[in-house]
């Protein structure tokens, strides 16, 4: 167990939208998390999810930086939004359900308006995704 809050707490996503398991590690600059795979029958098709989810992993991931963060400022957690992904690659069709995936993002830049570029990475035994995806989150006022 880490000390790490739940994802519940810091992506503000909910029931069978919350991909994510468990934040398993955090700096300045990057966040890893964990993903099993679903059988939930939201994506899933015969045992299988399609490899064009991990980006969906990866923007949770990126969810999880920036609740942390605001959690940490003492803010309260706020919507994101991806605005794109770039030179996506991935050596899968499919993940198998039940499959364990970590998942990681590395920031690369972020501006003071909100919008920021990270380098993502889905992992697993026999997974291997890149991506570079760009989100904003809007200021409190933005809603």
Not at 58 to 87: C, H, K, N, W
Not at 90 to 106: K, M, W, Y
Request: hydrophobic share 45%.
């Amino acid at each position: 167990m880490n000390d790490f809050p739940a994802v519940e707490k810091l992506v503000p996503h909910a029931g069978p939208m919350l991909l994510l398991g468990q934040l398993l590690e955090s700096g300045e600059d990057y966040v890893v998390c964990e993903v099993i795979v679903r059988a939930d029958g939201l994506f899933d098709a015969a045992g299988r999810v399609p490899a064009w989810l991990g980006i969906e992993y990866m923007a949770q991931t990126i969810a999880a930086f920036a609740g942390l963060q605001a959690l940490e400022r003492g803010e309260p957690v706020r919507a994101g939004y991806l605005l794109g992904s770039r030179r996506f690659e991935t050596n899968v069709p499919d993940f198998a359900c039940g499959e364990l995936l970590r998942v990681s993002a590395a920031r690369l830049v972020q501006g003071i308006s909100g919008a920021g570029a990270f380098e993502c990475r889905v992992e697993g035994e026999r997974v291997r995704q890149t991506a570079t995806l760009t989100a904003y989150q809007a200021a409190e006022t933005d809603h």
